[in-house]
């Protein structure tokens, strides 16, 4: 089974719509994140949470908002869709060791019509 | 605000050959990752790199920091073709990872 999963992983939704996506984890690691990529950007960080009491903005905050409803939980909400939030959305954990490896989700790919 | 400049952004490679990816970042940072997506893909980390002067390598894949010049190379050994992938990098100067744009390699026979 997989480590870090995401659902769901393909979503098509309309302008104005709310929508959650969802991250799991079974690595048991404190940190987790979400972050978009876009064509030719990279990744880009939303947010992230060092612990389930800790959440903090990324550089691409504005119309998210995210809940760390558990140590393995992390979600992801756009209030409002709007098209140019069409992206590839993963999610990733980290452990805070010495490292700080990233493994990363599969990924959500959103279209918003 | 921290940059971070990958170059080439596209990189054809002719099967045997080598070839180096940079990556160039603006601030100070303890850590450099490499990681490689195929396409469609989520990312998989190649390389962590923690010190000045640190050398990983796995197969035909070797990383290097240089932590004064601000500068990573991932070298490329006999090109093959299941190197074709989207390489990136990034750097965590405060528990936050910023990434390059990313390095498409093609390898063509």
């Known amino acids: 089974d997989a480590d870090v999963t995401q659902t769901p992983r393909n979503r098509i939704t309309k302008t104005g719509k709310r929508i959650m996506l969802e991250c799991s984890q079974t690595k048991g690691h404190d940190r987790m994140y979400w972050y978009r990529q876009d064509p030719g950007l990279g990744l880009r960080l939303i947010y992230y949470s060092f612990d389930v009491k800790d959440i903090n903005k990324g550089e691409i905050s504005d119309g998210y908002s995210v809940s760390r409803q558990a140590q393995a939980k992390f979600s992801l909400s756009l209030e409002s869709a709007i098209p140019n939030q069409t992206a590839l959305y993963f999610c990733?954990?980290?452990?805070?060791?010495?490292?700080?490896?990233?493994?990363f989700g599969p990924g959500t790919r959103l279209t918003v019509l | 605000e921290l940059k971070v400049e990958q170059n080439p952004l596209f990189l054809s490679m002719q099967e045997g050959k080598n070839y180096t990816i940079y990556c160039n970042y603006s601030?100070?940072?303890?850590?450099l990752y490499w990681y490689r997506q195929d396409p469609g893909k989520s990312l998989e980390s190649l390389f962590v790199l923690l010190s000045n002067g640190a050398v990983k390598q796995e197969g035909r894949l070797m990383a290097s920091l240089d932590t004064k010049a601000r500068l990573s190379t991932l070298h490329i050994t006999a090109a093959v073709h299941d190197l074709s992938a989207t390489y990136f990098c990034a750097v965590e100067p405060d528990y936050k990872l910023s990434f390059g744009a990313g390095t498409t390699v093609t390898v063509r026979a």
């Open positions: 601030t100070t940072s303890d850590r």
């Open positions: 990733a954990t980290s452990d805070s060791d010495y490292t700080d490896t990233q493994y």
